[in-house]
């Protein structure tokens, strides 16, 4: 039997007829109505809510996404959410567009002059109170983004094949409200993230490495925390370098947050910082931490050489430690080796790795 409370909402939404409270409460009679249902007939009905997410009146569509997000949350399938949030999404993004253009063009010149990055939140919180009076609709929007993205985080962290056709389809919409929405900008990184992505990594001092792929990673810091958990169990099994509960942390299992700190084991270079000794520069050289991968970057700035991103260790300059979270709940990330590299793949590595930098300081005119 077909949900008449899901049927309601989706033949009223748009209906000016009816009252911000009622539409409301109407949504309210939905949720009690789910009380004693079974998982089947959830999904039935988030099925049939799915297409108010798209609607015209994106106000009230931003109230759908919250039940929508509670339902999700307690297991119901986020599939057929993929497009009709991302047609809300749209919706929403377009009406604050005014206000980007407003924003860049008056305190976009001031703010290249902060250093402070609190500071700069604080002008920026201001500068959006102050135009609320001029573009109330446009600034109004930004709380209506805020619904629609923390049902995004859940469906697009689970609906990996989704991301990038997302992103496509906002991308015109997010990049001018990036610097001004921390909320789109965490859209941004998650319709962004690489998965499956191929990577070799290589013990320089003990001439070992693997073939891996990763995905869900969301910064170096995450990256190479469960970098040190694959090498533990690839190559120096039962020596772990990272505790069970960051691990399971970081994979998206658990809590998202952990009282552990992680103690960092090397300095994690790019492929450009092998010298044409085929090492890695001395420790203590900190000339060398241009090629370093710092906690606060992102894999996809690890530069990629034949289909690979490529990562070298070493042993660490000074001790390094960090508190560990996740930052988004419903995102699942992995590093996954798939073979250990033997003696003549990681030779052949090492030399692809000094032809390519080899031509990269030709073309820098280094040396000429």
């Given at each position: 039997?077909?949900?008449?409370?899901a049927?309601?909402?989706?033949?009223?939404?748009e209906?000016?007829?009816?009252?911000?409270?009622?539409?409301?409460?109407?949504l309210?009679?939905?949720t009690?109505?789910?009380?004693?249902?079974?998982?089947?007939?959830?999904?039935?009905?988030?099925?049939?809510?799915?297409?108010?997410?798209?609607?015209?009146?994106?106000?009230?569509?931003?109230?759908?996404?919250?039940?929508?997000?509670?339902?999700?949350?307690?297991?119901?399938?986020?599939?057929?959410?993929?497009?009709?949030?991302?047609?809300?999404?749209?919706?929403?993004?377009?009406?604050?567009?005014?206000?980007?253009?407003?924003?860049?063009?008056?305190?976009?010149?001031?703010?290249?002059?902060?250093?402070?990055?609190?500071?700069?939140?604080?002008?920026?919180?201001?500068?959006i109170?102050?135009?609320?009076?001029?573009?109330?609709?446009?600034?109004?929007?930004?709380?209506?983004?805020?619904?629609?993205?923390?049902?995004?985080?859940?469906?697009?962290?689970?609906?990996?094949?989704?991301?990038?056709?997302?992103?496509?389809h906002?991308e015109?919409?997010?990049?001018?409200?990036?610097?001004?929405?921390?909320?789109?900008?965490?859209?941004?990184?998650?319709?962004?993230?690489?998965?499956?992505?191929?990577?070799?990594?290589?013990?320089?001092?003990?001439k070992?490495?693997?073939?891996?792929?990763?995905?869900?990673?969301?910064?170096?810091?995450?990256?190479?925390?469960?970098?040190?958990?694959?090498?533990?169990?690839?190559v120096?099994?039962?020596?772990?370098?990272?505790?069970?509960?960051?691990?399971?942390?970081?994979k998206?299992?658990?809590?998202?947050?952990v009282?552990?700190?992680?103690?960092?084991?090397w300095?994690?270079?790019?492929?450009?910082?092998?010298?044409?000794?085929?090492?890695?520069?001395?420790?203590?050289?900190?000339?060398?931490?241009?090629?370093?991968?710092?906690?606060?970057?992102?894999?996809?700035?690890?530069?990629v050489?034949?289909?690979?991103r490529?990562?070298?260790?070493?042993?660490?300059?000074?001790?390094?430690?960090?508190?560990?979270?996740?930052?988004?709940?419903?995102?699942?990330?992995?590093?996954?080796v798939?073979?250990?590299?033997?003696?003549?793949?990681?030779?052949?590595?090492?030399?692809r790795?000094?032809?390519?930098?080899?031509?990269?300081l030709?073309?820098?005119?280094?040396?000429?």
């Amino acid at each position: 039997m077909q949900n008449p409370f899901a049927i309601k909402i989706v033949e009223r939404i748009e209906d000016s007829s009816i009252s911000a409270r009622d539409f409301r409460l109407l949504l309210l009679e939905f949720t009690h109505s789910l009380k004693d249902c079974v998982k089947r007939e959830a999904n039935e009905s988030l099925l049939i809510l799915a297409p108010a997410l798209a609607s015209r009146n994106v106000s009230r569509a931003s109230w759908v996404a919250e039940v929508c997000q509670a339902m999700v949350e307690s297991g119901c399938d986020s599939r057929e959410l993929v497009r009709p949030l991302a047609s809300g999404l749209k919706r929403a993004l377009e009406a604050t567009l005014p206000l980007a253009a407003k924003l860049e063009k008056k305190l976009a010149p001031k703010l290249a002059t902060i250093e402070d990055p609190e500071k700069a939140r604080r002008w920026t919180e201001s500068a959006i109170r102050q135009l609320s009076v001029k573009l109330p609709k446009s600034v109004g929007s930004l709380r209506t983004i805020e619904r629609f993205c923390h049902l995004a985080f859940q469906v697009y962290g689970q609906q990996v094949d989704s991301r990038r056709k997302v992103w496509k389809h906002l991308e015109e919409q997010i990049l001018p409200m990036v610097r001004w929405s921390r909320t789109v900008a965490d859209l941004k990184v998650v319709l962004n993230l690489l998965e499956n992505e191929p990577l070799i990594f290589i013990d320089l001092a003990n001439k070992r490495g693997f073939v891996a792929k990763f995905g869900g990673i969301v910064d170096n810091a995450h990256f190479i925390t469960l970098l040190m958990d694959a090498f533990a169990h690839q190559v120096v099994f039962g020596k772990p370098l990272v505790s069970h509960d960051v691990v399971q942390c970081a994979k998206g299992i658990g809590p998202c947050e952990v009282t552990d700190e992680v103690h960092g084991a090397w300095n994690v270079y790019t492929y450009h910082a092998l010298t044409e000794m085929q090492r890695l520069p001395e420790p203590k050289d900190l000339t060398a931490n241009k090629h370093w991968l710092w906690n606060e970057h992102t894999p996809a700035e690890i530069p990629v050489l034949h289909g690979h991103r490529i990562v070298l260790i070493g042993p660490p300059s000074y001790p390094r430690q960090w508190k560990f979270s996740r930052k988004f709940k419903y995102v699942s990330a992995e590093i996954r080796v798939e073979f250990e590299l033997n003696k003549l793949d990681l030779q052949m590595w090492l030399d692809r790795i000094m032809q390519a930098n080899h031509h990269h300081l030709e073309t820098q005119g280094v040396g000429s």
